[in-house]
């Protein structure tokens, strides 16, 4: 069920709260209403609107698989004021949100693909949901492959869960950091540097989804497309600045599109060409 009055924010409480990095938590949290809490549905790519009483509203992707009952995540980069507030939320705290907004990832369409995701830092939030999704169906699709950069060791998101892809033997992981230190052992360099060992050149039969800053998802699907991938093969799940969250008030318009409305998912061939993604640098 989607709530019923799309401008009114429903209260919802923290069951727990996990650190992720110095500056992101994710809040695992659940309608306080029984009837929404076993109806709410959303769909792998969505957002909610996200508000603190007396400080404000912000778009927050769902960073859960739709497949999980009862409860959803939110993964919160402490960024300004409503970040802030949220970070300072304890387990049984209550916050509000409406929603979910926005398009998703295309998932049955993709049966029998082969799948490439690229993020880098908390862009792994907005994609963790489809990547869960996947892994619950994953005799659905062909090779799966995560690659993730952070620029430090510390800033890697999603540490523990990353560990434990690591380990599977059905799909492909790799992480990498701009910076190391002395005890990182791994790989480092952009998340594109993992392309030669982790996409080398595709015959134009795989997707991809991408998600991070956006020069790093620019270039990013420029190498995708560089190695076969074709551009409506690359999907994007986009960041603007929003208001309403439902069309209604321009804010966060890109080459013609509402970002809350058309996306927040777009295939790099239907974007590529917008004056505000050709001027990302
Ligand atoms: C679809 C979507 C999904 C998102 N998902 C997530 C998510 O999963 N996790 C997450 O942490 N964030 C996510 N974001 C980003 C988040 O909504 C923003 O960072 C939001 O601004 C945070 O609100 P705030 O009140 O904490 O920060 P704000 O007070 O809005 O400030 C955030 C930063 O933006 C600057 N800023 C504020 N207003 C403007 C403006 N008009 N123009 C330029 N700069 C400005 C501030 O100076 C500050 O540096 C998402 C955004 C979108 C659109
Ligand atoms: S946020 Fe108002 S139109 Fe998109």
Known sequence: MRISNEYLPYPIKIISVREETHDTKTF?????????????????????????????????SISSSPGERGFFELTV???????????????DDVFYVRGPYGNSFP????????????????????????????????????????LYGAKTPDDICFKDELAEWEKRDDISVYVTVDRG?????????????????AVGVDGGGSVAIVCGPPVMMKFAAIGLVKRGFKKDDVILTLERYMKCGIGKCGHCNIGGLYVCVDGPVFSWGRIEKFPEIEHVF
Not at 31 to 37: P, Q, R
Not at 54 to 59: K, L, Q, R, T
């Open 28 to 60: 695992r949290v659940s309608f306080i209403d029984e009837d929404l809490k076993n109806s709410f549905n959303y769909k792998q790519g969505q957002f909610v609107q996200v508000s603190v009483l007396g400080v404000g509203e912000a778009p927050i």
């Open 77 to 91: 980069r402490k960024s300004g004021h409503l970040t802030t507030a949220l970070h300072r939320l304890k387990q």
């Open 107 to 146: 998932f049955e369409e993709l049966f029998g693909r082969s799948l490439v995701f690229v993020s880098g830092g908390i862009g792994l939030a907005p994609i963790r949901g489809m990547i869960r999704l996947v892994l619950e169906n994953r005799e659905r699709f062909k090779d799966v492959k995560i």
């Open 181 to 197: 230190d002395d005890k990182w052992k791994g790989r480092v360099g952009l998340v594109t540097s993992l392309y030669d060992d």
